[in-house]
């Protein structure tokens, strides 16, 4: 079986050709400018490859309720070229090629549920640290949606006693992304993330935040593992920092054996870097197989 | 098919025989004291009934996971007499029926979704505001455990900026149990929280928690439902009062028709305050089916 994956993002493109077996072939990137100008360069990608289903991991939000007219369709994203873009449906006509759908960080975590380290488990959370939060959800051996999506990256905050910050959410004035995203660190600061390495506070008041928003997803979801990346997550002095404040906010009130072996509960991402565009593979494949029974 | 329900809480025991059609035949309760009291008067109601299985709704925390070596206990509870205690074991070796185990918040959540007003649809949540504040969680078609049970009921909260009251959660500074539970309201007006009632500002500050609370459920599971009950929740002034201020905190961020039609979106729970021990009949219900086919 030959399958495509596509990475939606808003400033890149990432396309790539495998199998059901998670081998990757070929994978490539081009930049994301408007869909007029976009689209045809992915669709004429992957009509040469003569795929048998596309996995399609999209930027937000987007509408992933099957029975509603604009299913398939990139909502109210601030990228206006891109708002109320019926993505499915365009790639669709193109290709004639059964399409599986869902946000990034769902392929994200979907690709660590299959492959990586949320395999053998029945629940699992992946959380992006990068140009925005976002959150995916594996429960009980499928992707979390609900009413729309998980939109976890806005949950709310209590404060670093030390922060003044106003927050770079035009939203909300204390939710995580708001705080802890790269951008945020970088308003904050007035310098790129990468160069604050050494600065130790900087760390302390991003893994305050990072672990603030465990918590709550502990409280909630109660996954078996929660996997972190995006570029933020590069900086590994963040793991411990995190891990000891998750431990602190709890304070004792949940005991498992999972919150026992922190350092394998709260994890980096495994795969290289290849978890999204490896959940795209998977949501291609499950696409396949529902597009072929239901034609039974 | 005669069916056992047990809400099991930590002030009383409500027993009830019903059938799988949701009907109720008889109900009574006594109050919970010590295992060694409580139980064999427990179990000797259910004996005389014949029953072909029991529901069990129970306060925890509990251990919910059928490998785990103390599924089916009690585990770090604050009413000592009932910690690290097998409940489930108990009922078993005296009743020799099936018996299904969940959270009475799960069990609340379980009846609303079948009978009540998460009918037809495939998430909701169930928040309870009494004595503590517990959310029992339906999601595709299934009660939400996880490494644990959700919790959500000590997500942290953002300080009302006229809140002073140090919370009473003997775990967190701010969470949503510590500042919104009933004994909350009590013990920072010093007065019983029926008798508060005519008191806006009480109101306005409680709706402020359970709203932040709400919204991070939102942000989190996304469900189709959002449904009120406990104790507190009798104080019908707080409805719009915390569909208000959702609306605020969202602040536009989420667009959905449920959220449109908030008035629809969050509700009163619809059973005459019968969903925890009709949830705990459908637990009898599903087990003796699990039970029945793995005979096979
Ligand atoms: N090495 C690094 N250390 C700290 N922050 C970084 C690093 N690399 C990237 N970032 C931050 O991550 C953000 C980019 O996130 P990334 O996950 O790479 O992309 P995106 O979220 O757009 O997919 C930047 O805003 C930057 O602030
Ligand atoms: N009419 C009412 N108005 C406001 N608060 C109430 C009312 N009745 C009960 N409560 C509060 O709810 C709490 C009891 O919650 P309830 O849901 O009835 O029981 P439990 O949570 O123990 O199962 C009490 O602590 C009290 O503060
Ligand atoms: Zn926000
Ligand atoms: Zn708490």
Chains 1, 2 share one sequence.
Not at 219 to 247: A, C, E, N
Not at 273 to 288: F, S, W
Request: hydrophobic content about 35%.
């Amino acid at each position: 079986m030959l399958l495509g994956a596509l990475e939606a993002g808003g400033t890149k493109m990432v396309m790539a050709i495998g199998d059901e077996k998670g081998k990757i072939f070929e994978q490539v990137s081009i930049p994301t400018n408007t869909p007029s100008e976009t689209i045809p360069k992915i669709t004429s990608y992957f009509k040469e490859k003569h795929i048998d289903a596309l996995g399609v991991g999209c930027f937000g939000p987007i509408d992933l309720d099957r029975k509603s007219k604009t299913y398939g369709y990139i909502t109210s994203t601030p990228k206006l070229a891109w708002s109320d873009y019926n993505i499915v449906g365009s790639l669709k006509s193109a290709l004639s090629v059964p399409i599986g759908f869902d946000t990034d960080v769902n392929a994200s975590v979907l690709g660590e549920a299959i492959w990586g380290s949320i395999k053998d488990l029945s629940s699992g959370v992946y959380i992006t640290i990068g140009t925005g939060i976002g959150v995916g959800v594996y429960l009980n051996g499928s992707l979390l949606h609900g009413m729309l999506h998980p939109e976890a990256g806005h949950i709310f905050m209590n404060r670093h006693p030390e922060d003044t910050f106003k927050g770079v959410c035009p939203y909300h004035p204390n939710c995580l992304e708001g705080l802890a995203s790269g951008p945020s660190i970088e308003k904050r600061y007035h310098t790129k993330a990468y160069k604050l390495q050494s600065n130790e506070k900087v760390w302390e008041i991003e893994a305050y935040y990072i672990a603030q928003g465990i918590v709550n997803l502990i409280l909630t979801f109660s996954p078996h593992k929660i996997v972190l990346g995006g570029g933020v997550m590069k900086q590994k002095q963040l793991y411990p920092l995190i891990r000891d404040q998750v431990l602190k906010l709890l304070n004792g009130y949940i005991k498992t054996p999972q919150l026992n072996d922190i350092d394998n509960y709260i994890v980096s991402a495994t795969l290289d870097d290849k978890q999204g565009i490896l959940g795209c593979l998977e949501l291609a494949r499950l696409e396949y197989y529902s597009a072929n029974c239901s034609s039974f």
